[in-house]
C-alpha cells in the first residue's frame, strides 16, 4: 500500500561470476540516474533513460490540485476538458494519453514509440498552453458530473472522502477532488481561465521522459514548445488544520460496514513519512480471500483471521506537502463484532510506542524497500515517479538513497514515532453502512492512550 510518491528506480546490479554468465544472454541494464535540467523560465525536464523499454512516456507534472481552487472541481474539471481535446491527435499517433488529478497536482503524459516523443510534446504543449474552449463546457460538465455520481457508488471513495472532509473541516484539503453537483454547477469559464492562468506556469511545471527517451533531445523539446511559457507567482499554503472527528453514515441496508480511522500524519518525504510507512507495514494489510491469509506476519491479521473480524483491511500512508493522514481502512460483514475489530486495532497502535519488537521493524523496513522499488515495472510508473518527487521535494531521491534512510530506521525511531503520532493524538473517524456496533467516539478516542499491559515512556514521565 506505500505510495508510488516515494517509488524509485530500481539499480539492477552485476555480480555473477563468469562462469555462471549464459552464452548470447542479454546485458545486464547497468544503474540508470535521473538526470534534470531547469530552463531560464524555471520549466524543470527530469528524464530516466532506458533505451531497451520499447516505448516511451514523456509527460508534465504541474504543482497543482484540488487545494489550490478558488471553487472546488476546477481542477477536475479542467483535466477533463485537457484530456479530451488532444483525445483523437493522440489516437492518431497510437499513444495512450492519460491524465489525472490529485489534492495537490495534477498531470499529463503520453505513452508512445520513441520515434513519436517529438509529435507527443508538441500535443502536451498546445494542450496545456490554450484555454479551454467555451463551447466544450456543457459537454465537460457533463462528463464531469457523470464521474461524480459514479464516484459515489465507490463505498471506498465516499468513505474517503468523508475521511477528508471531516479531518480537515474549513480546509481546502478537505474538499472532494471531483468537486460536488452544486459547485460544479457554479463553474464559470472566468474561473476556469484564472486557475489555468495561475497554475499552469513554467516554474510549477516539469516535462519528465522516462524509458526509450533522450534527455538532451527532450530538453530541446521543451524549450522549443514550452519555452515561452511565462513563470507565475509561488502560493502561500497555509498548513490545514486537523480536527479531531467523526461522520457516521449509516445504512443498515447495506451488507458491508466499511470504516477508516486515521491520525494526522507526516508530510511527505520527511524523516517521519519513512517513520510512518514502516509503522504501515508492521500493520500491515489481510484480506480473507487470500490463499495465506491466516499465515501473514502482521500480529494484527493473525487476530482478525482467527476472530472472523473482518472481511479485509489495509493500513494507509498519505503525505502532502505540509501535513498527511496515516491509518487503517477496513471492510466487514460481521456487524455485531466492530467494536472488537476497532479494540484490536487501536491495541497494535498502542503497541507501536510501547512493545514494537526489532524483529517486527526489520521485517517491515524489507516489505516498504521491496514495495517502493519494485513498483516501477513501466515507464509510465517511473515517469510518475519522477514527477510527484521533484514537484514535492526538488529532487528525485536515488535508490541508494532510498534505501540508506529506510536501513537507518531503529526501534527506537518507531517507538518516538508512536509516541508524535498516536499516543493521546487526535483521531478521525468514518463509518458506512450497518455501523451501529462502531465504537462511541469518545470511548475510541480515550483509547488512544490506554494501557494495554504495557506502560509508555510518556505515562512514565507523567507519573514520576
Known amino acids: 500500500m506505500a505510495s508510488r510518491l516515494l517509488s524509485n528506480s530500481f539499480s539492477v546490479k552485476t555480480g555473477l561470476k563468469k562462469q555462471l554468465t549464459r552464452s548470447l544472454a542479454t546485458a545486464a541494464t547497468p544503474s540508470i540516474a535521473t538526470r534534470t535540467t531547469v530552463l531560464s523560465n524555471g520549466l524543470t525536464i527530469a528524464t530516466e533513460e532506458n533505451h531497451n523499454a520499447g516505448a516511451a512516456t514523456v509527460g508534465v507534472w504541474i504543482d497543482a490540485g484540488s487545494r489550490g481552487e478558488s471553487v472546488n472541481g476546477t481542477a477536475q474539471f479542467v ?12 489516437e492518431k499517433l497510437g499513444g495512450r494519453w492519460t491524465a489525472r488529478t490529485t489534492r495537490e497536482q495534477t498531470f499529463f503524459s503520453a505513452k508512445t514509440l520513441a520515434a513519436n516523443t517529438a509529435d507527443s510534446v508538441a500535443l502536451l504543449a498546445n494542450a496545456l498552453q490554450r484555454p479551454v474552449d467555451a463551447s466544450s463546457f456543457g459537454d465537460v460538465r457533463a462528463s464531469v458530473a457523470s464521474h461524480i455520481v ?10 474517503f ?13 478537505g474538499r472532494p477532488v471531483a468537486g460536488i453537483p452544486a459547485t460544479l454547477q457554479q463553474l464559470t469559464a472566468e474561473h476556469v481561465a484564472a486557475y489555468q492562468k495561475d497554475n499552469f506556469v513554467a516554474d510549477r511545471m516539469v516535462l519528465v521522459g522516462a524509458g526509450d527517451v533522450s534527455h538532451d533531445a527532450l530538453v530541446a523539446l521543451a524549450e522549443k514548445h514550452f519555452g515561452s511559457v511565462g513563470a507565475g507567482v509561488a502560493p502561500v499554503l497555509k498548513k490545514p488544520v486537523f480536527t479531531g472527528s467523526e461522520i457516521r ?18 508530510p511527505a518525504l520527511s524523516a517521519d513519512y519513512f517513520h510512518l510507512l ?21 500480529r494484527l491479521s493473525t487476530t482478525v483471521n482467527e476472530h472472523h473480524l473482518a472481511n479485509s483491511f489495509a493500513s494507509f500512508t498519505k503525505g502532502y506537502k505540509d501535513t498527511g493522514l496515516w491509518g487503517i481502512y477496513l471492510e466487514t460483514e460481521n456487524k455485531e463484532q466492530i467494536d472488537d475489530a476497532v479494540h484490536f486495532i487501536q491495541k497494535e497502535w498502542v503497541r507501536l510506542s510501547t512493545t514494537v519488537t526489532a524483529s517486527e521493524v526489520e521485517r517491515a523496513k524489507q516489505q516498504v524497500k521491496a514495495s517502493l522499488l519494485l513498483s516501477l515495472d513501466s515507464t509510465c510508473a517511473v515517469a510518475q515517479d519522477i514527477g510527484a518527487q521533484i514537484l514535492t521535494s526538488g529532487k528525485r531521491l536515488t535508490a541508494d538513497e532510498l534505501k540508506q534512510t529506510i536501513n537507518k530506521i531503529t526501534v527506537g525511531d518507531i517507538t518516538r514515532a508512536g509516541e508524535k503520532y498516536l499516543w493521546d493524538q487526535e483521531v478521525a473517524v468514518v463509518g458506512h453502512g450497518p455501523i451501529e456496533c462502531l465504537t462511541d467516539y469518545n470511548r475510541l478516542r480515550g483509547n488512544m492512550a490506554y494501557n494495554s499491559g504495557a506502560v509508555s515512556q510518556k505515562t512514565l514521565d507523567w507519573v514520576f
Request: hydrophobic fraction near 45%; charged fraction near 20%.
Open 161 to 173: 472522502d468523508h475521511l477528508y472532509a471531516t479531518a480537515f473541516q474549513g480546509e481546502s484539503m
Open 278 to 298: 514502516v509503522m504501515q507495514a508492521i500493520i500491515g494489510s489481510w484480506d480473507r480471500s487470500l490463499g495465506a491469509a491466516a499465515h501473514l506476519s502482521s
Open 249 to 266: 453514515l449509516r445504512d443498515d441496508v447495506l451488507p458491508q460496514a466499511r470504516i477508516a480511522i486515521a491520525v494526522e500524519g507526516a
Open 79 to 90: 483535466e477533463n476538458a485537457t484530456l479530451k481535446s488532444q483525445a483523437s491527435a493522440f
Open 150 to 159: 459514479k464516484q459515489e457508488s465507490n463505498y471506498e471513495n465516499v468513505v
